[in-house]
């Protein structure tokens, strides 16, 4: 066997396999074996006559696409190998040159595990942001915390800013409702910013049973372009009004709220638990930039079919969602966002590539690192995904799957390869 490489791209090669008469002797053999266990002859049951008593049965055609099958299958793997290159799905073979018993040439091109250049890991230039909490923070939670308790009252009367107020309401848009922009006994507090700049507003000074207009602009920055900056109007009726009243923020709210003794020991714990909050974002921030830090200070040529491997699953949890929320197809969701199919994708393309070049940096990392999982480890997370799928039979059945303890394990690896990261730039 002769081969020859060829570099397509830094993720995809092609290489020209040569075999010749003796080369395809063996994979002749093999295929007068194979094929003889389908033939019939008579005088034997079939697939015990002697090969080269059922060779005589067998159309030569047969014979020789069959030999060459076998030639390619036995020998491509080999040839990737011979040039230490480890292809990421099979090659695409394509036979160039055939001559029963004297020559086969073939071109095989496959995507290929690409070499990635790992830059100075070491230091990176990425800070970890510094959590402080504020008293406007704190006195945002317990304001919280005292409309939890507060009572509320019908009253008839005109509604004003904090009363809490029950509507139905229909979006328009050039006559037609928009998606989204309707509902039916809405609470909402006036006052709390909750709607687009004007809504709450005009529904102060109306009482209970009032049907009105609403005429209003969405802001330019709005979220789905198709309202930004569109002129609507929500037909509105207002069913009842509610006055609000909130208990004084002391000591017997702090009692209300879990038993504490005083306010202070309420804000001690309110300001514990904002820290733990920011803290956990700050370091999830911190591991997100270390790791464009690390792609970026890389060479990490992404290949095609993995880019699409995680397109795909984008697309996927894209699709779960907008059926959650009522919308038939991605497509639709899409289209109501106000974006194009196409724009869609080609951002969308992006964050995959993002998340495969941050993938294959871990990986090399860890291979750098020798950062691994001891088999226990991975045997107690299973075990403890186990306590978590309990009622699902179909979890538990594939958490015995090869393939998923092997999936388990890299992601574990993963994870301890970028708390390294952390550790080594904090």
């Known amino acids: 066997m002769k081969t020859k490489f060829k570099k397509i791209s830094d993720a995809r090669v092609e290489i020209t396999v040569t075999l ?7 994979a002749r053999e093999k295929a007068l074996s194979r094929l003889s266990q389908e033939v019939r002859v008579e005088g034997f049951r079939k697939g015990k006559a002697p090969a080269e008593v059922a060779k005589k049965f067998i159309p030569e ?25 480890m292809p990421l799905v099979a090659p695409n073979v394509n036979v160039t040159k055939y001559v029963p018993d004297e020559i086969l040439e073939y071109t095989a091109a496959a995507d290929i595990i690409p070499e990635v250049k790992l830059g100075d890991y070491k230091k990176l230039k990425v800070e970890l942001k510094k959590v402080t909490i504020s008293e406007k923070q704190v006195k945002e939670v317990l304001d919280n915390l005292a409309n939890n308790f507060s009572e509320k009252k019908p009253v008839k009367r005109a509604a004003k800013l904090d009363d809490e107020v029950i509507i139905d309401f229909v979006g328009k848009k ?19 910013k ?38 609507v109007v929500f037909e509105t009726l207002l069913k009842q009004v509610n006055e609000v009243t909130k208990p004084a923020i002391d ?6 709220c ?7 020991e309420l804000k001690d714990d309110i300001k514990k638990n904002l820290s733990a909050q920011e803290e956990h974002r700050a370091t999830e921030k911190f591991k997100d930039d270390l790791i464009n830090a690390l792609v970026k200070a890389s060479t990490i040529p992404a290949p095609d079919i993995l880019i699409e491997d995680q397109l795909k699953i984008i697309k996927d949890d894209m699709t779960r969602n907008a059926a959650s929320h009522g919308i038939s197809s991605l497509e639709e969701f899409v289209k109501l966002s106000g974006e194009t199919m196409e724009n869609w994708e080609k951002e969308a393309r992006k964050v995959a590539e993002s998340r495969v070049k941050a993938s294959m940096a871990l990986q090399n990392l860890a291979v750098a690192e020798k950062i691994t999982v001891p088999d ?8 403890e995904l186990k306590e ?17 303890k092997m999936d388990i394990k890299n992601r574990m690896i993963i994870e301890k390869t970028l708390d390294y990261l952390v550790k080594i730039n904090k």
């Open 20 to 26: 010749d008469a003796n080369d395809l002797k063996t």
């Open 61 to 85: 055609n047969d014979l020789n696409a069959e030999t060459a099958d076998i030639a390619v299958r036995s020998t491509v793997v080999s040839a990737f190998r011979e040039h230490e290159k």
């Open 174 to 192: 050039g006559g037609e409702a928009f998606p989204g922009g309707s509902a039916k006994d809405y609470k909402l507090v006036l006052g709390s």
């Open 194 to 231: 909750t709607f687009i700049p004007g809504f709450e507003d005009g529904i102060v000074g109306h009482e209970a049973g009032d049907k009105f207009d609403l005429n209003l602009t969405f802001p330019k920055d709005y979220g789905v372009k198709d309202l930004a900056g569109a002129k």
């Open 251 to 256: 000591d017997k709210l702090a009692e209300k």
């Open 258 to 264: 879990g038993g504490f003794k005083t306010l202070k």
């Open 376 to 383: 226990d480890e991975v045997a107690a997370k299973i075990a």
């Open 388 to 404: 978590v799928y309990e009622k699902s039979p179909e979890a538990i059945k594939s958490l015995k799957d090869p393939n998923v």
